[in-house]
């Protein structure tokens, strides 16, 4: 431990023993410690050029001695002045990386990730745990025909999750995969359930798309999905959900779209009327006695709950729904 | 063994000591008081500044021994005249064990 105060491994040793043993002779030490008495005699050398003696102020050429009450704590003090500075300069360094971590920061905008899913389970997990989280749509392809009866598993209890929830779900598979009787029962069943499918000659790649934040696409091309990538750059993502947007407009309702079976609680109705006779949000919340703050929060609820995006769009969707 | 600071000094422009300090401590050990294991002496512009480590059954009986081989050499004047001690005192190095660690005493 002394070594710490710049004294080598024998001169601690030797000093250890000096103070402990006070009553034994350089012999005695260096018996103790197996070594020549010269070499313990050179230890004393040591600490007694280590100082225990001191300089003295406005004499540099002469020494003075250190009181003996102060004890190892003067012989610690340079040592506590080197870590000080040590501290000191650990501190500049981190405001330094601080600093530099700032800059960067503030020139690099996140762009989102790209996550390759390269294992089956894995993608499953994470394909679960996203539709677990969606709060709004799912949008999907499912190109290639004839669709594998794990793939209509996955896919329908995660439907009937989201549909639950109020969740908006449109799929759209190849107009071949009707050949398929377990495909085309599929697709019945989801339309039914409340889920918009639809047909398309043919579909660019397997995609899904989760609350237009989230898409995965396959790793390797080809309509399967054993490994996938994770995309969350809105960049990206955005273009997927337009590429999904111009095909679903192109494709054919697999049967006449039903109307979301969720049903609209009063206050939604009766948001609904209100945009329908073309009131302002102030007039709205004159109407409702709330702020227009609060107003303009109710409007943005029903939006998401009917993924529009404006009032345009929330009238459109609120009429097929039967909302009006 | 104890460690006691010592101090000698030569006269006022005598210009320091006239011999090694090597042959000064050699000369401590070799005084007939008991318990002098060992002295380390370094020079300065006017004397001798050191530590002697002596066995004793006490700290005040290792500066009074201390002392005794310096005064012997004093009054034998192999420094030469009018040297003198400036100080013969417990050194820093005479700390309790119990600052050393792992050591209760």
């Known amino acids: 431990m002394l070594e710490v105060l710049g004294l080598d491994a024998r001169a601690s040793r030797v000093y250890e023993v000096m103070v402990s043993q006070p009553e034994w002779t350089v012999a005695d030490i260096a018996a103790h410690l197996a070594v020549a008495p010269d070499e313990v005699r050179d230890a004393l050398d040591t600490l007694a050029r280590k100082s225990l003696l001191r300089p003295a102020e406005g004499h540099p050429e002469r020494l003075r001695a250190i009181n003996p009450a102060i004890g190892l704590s003067a012989l610690l003090a340079g040592q506590e002045a080197e870590l000080a500075e040590q501290r000191a300069q650990i501190a500049r360094t981190r405001q330094e990386a601080a600093r530099l971590a700032s800059r960067w920061t503030a020139t690099h905008v996140p762009h989102g990730s790209v996550e390759l899913l390269e294992d089956e389970v894995e993608l499953r997990r994470r394909q679960e745990e996203l539709t677990a989280r969606v709060r709004l749509e799912v949008l999907s392809f499912l190109p290639g025909g004839a669709q594998s009866a794990d793939v209509l598993a996955v896919e329908r209890e995660a439907a009937e999750g989201c549909l639950a929830r109020g969740v908006r779900i449109r799929e759209a598979f190849t107009t071949s995969a009707m050949n398929d009787a377990a495909t085309s029962a599929h697709t019945d069943w989801m339309a039914r359930a409340g889920a918009e499918v639809r047909l398309a000659p043919a579909l660019p790649t397997r995609l899904v798309v989760w609350d237009s934040h989230t898409a995965l696409v396959p790793a390797e091309p080809g309509p399967g999905l054993r490994a996938g990538l994770l995309l969350t750059a809105p960049g990206i993502v955005t273009a997927l959900v337009a590429l999904f947007e111009a095909v679903w407009a192109g494709a054919e309702p697999v049967h006449e779209e039903a109307p979301h079976d969720r049903s609209a609680d009063p206050q939604d109705l009766q948001l609904v009327r209100f945009l329908r006779s073309g009131l302002t949000d102030e007039a709205m919340s004159r109407q409702l006695g709330v702020s227009v703050r609060t107003t303009r929060r109710m409007l943005a609820g029903l939006y998401a709950r009917l993924g529009a995006r404006c009032r345009f769009e929330a009238g459109y969707e609120a009429a097929r729904r039967g909302w009006l | ?105």
């Open chain 2, 1 to 105: 063994m104890h460690s006691i600071l010592i101090r000698l000094r030569s006269p006022a422009g005598t210009g320091g000591p006239a011999q090694g300090a090597d042959a000064l401590a050699n000369r401590f050990m070799t005084a007939s008081v008991p318990g002098v294991e060992h002295v380390s002496l370094q020079p300065v512009t006017d004397g001798f500044d050191g530590i002697a480590f002596v066995v004793a059954p006490s700290l005040s009986q290792a500066v009074r021994r201390t002392r005794t081989v310096c005064e012997t050499l004093l009054a034998s004047r192999e420094l030469g005249d009018g040297w003198w001690l400036e100080s013969c005192q417990a050194d820093v190095l005479n700390v309790s064990g119990l600052w050393l660690p792992g050591r209760a005493r």
